[in-house]
T-cell receptor
Framework: EDQVTQSPEALRLQEGESSSLNCSYT??????LFWYRQDPGKGPEFLFT???AGEEKEKERLKATLTKKESFLHITAPKPEDSATYLC???????????FGKGMKLTVNP | DAGVTQSPTHLIKTRGQHVTLRCSPI?????VSWYQQVLGQGPQFIFQ???????GRGNFPDRFSARQFPNYSSELNVNALLLGDSALYLC????????????FGPGTRLTVT
């Protein structure tokens, strides 16, 4: 069965302490890999879409990369406002159905 | 530009009751998808509608149904509510062409007592 696994489940960083979040996937015919940010009680906010291995995208302190088996979300010099749950999701074939991982709760302490 | 809107924001229902949730997509988007998110988990796919036709259905019981209207807005209906239906219900809007991103609304928090 298709599966998306995110690790770690939770991460605490000090402000300015860079780190990476991992998303591994096992789907046939990957169409796209998506990263979302979700604040408590709110809907997911779109961050990035990656379509092929080797692709990279950046937005402010965030950089997403994709290989054939996993994606990384790199956070450089995080700030407390980066604290949120980060969700990874994939689509396959011609479907727009997003298959999500459980998410990774990031806390950045000042 | 207005994003995806959902109503109501919060809802409290009793077991066995029926509920209707509403979603309006981003202007120009023709596809709406519904997801259920329970606490501590990622969203789970329920339905996708495109041009008023069901395009996909997740592993949810027949108590869950949906429809899309000519203006592309959508309703999610849940009958015979169970305690386990308590969750954040999310609506996502997309072009429906299979290319591009899905944008989520703020969600409806449903509590079943």
């Amino acid at each position: 069965e298709d599966q998306v696994t995110q690790s770690p489940e939770a991460l605490r960083l000090q402000e300015g302490e860079s780190s990476s979040l991992n998303c591994s996937y096992t789907v046939s015919g990957l169409r796209g890999l998506f990263w979302y940010r979700q604040d408590p009680g709110k809907g997911p906010e779109f961050l990035f879409t990656l379509y092929s291995a080797g692709e990279e995208k950046e937005k402010e302190r965030l950089k997403a990369t994709l290989t054939k088996k996993e994606s990384f979300l790199h956070i450089t010099a995080p700030k407390p406002e980066d604290s949120a749950t980060y969700l990874c999701a994939v689509t396959q074939g011609g479907s727009e159905k997003l298959v999500f991982g459980k998410g990774m709760k990031l806390t950045v302490n000042p | 530009d207005a994003g995806v809107t959902q109503s109501p924001t919060h809802l409290i229902k009793t077991r066995g009751q029926h509920v209707t949730l509403r979603c309006s997509p981003i202007s120009g988007h023709k596809s709406v998808s519904w997801y259920q998110q329970v606490l501590g988990q990622g969203p789970q796919f329920i339905f996708q509608y495109y041009e008023k036709e069901e395009r996909g259905r997740g592993n949810f019981p027949d108590r869950f149904s949906a429809r899309q209207f000519p203006n592309y807005s959508s309703e999610l209906n849940v009958n015979a509510l169970l305690l386990g239906d308590s969750a954040l219900y999310l609506c996502a809007s997309s072009s429906g062409t299979g290319i591009g991103e899905q944008y989520f609304g703020p969600g409806t928090r449903l509590t079943v007592t």
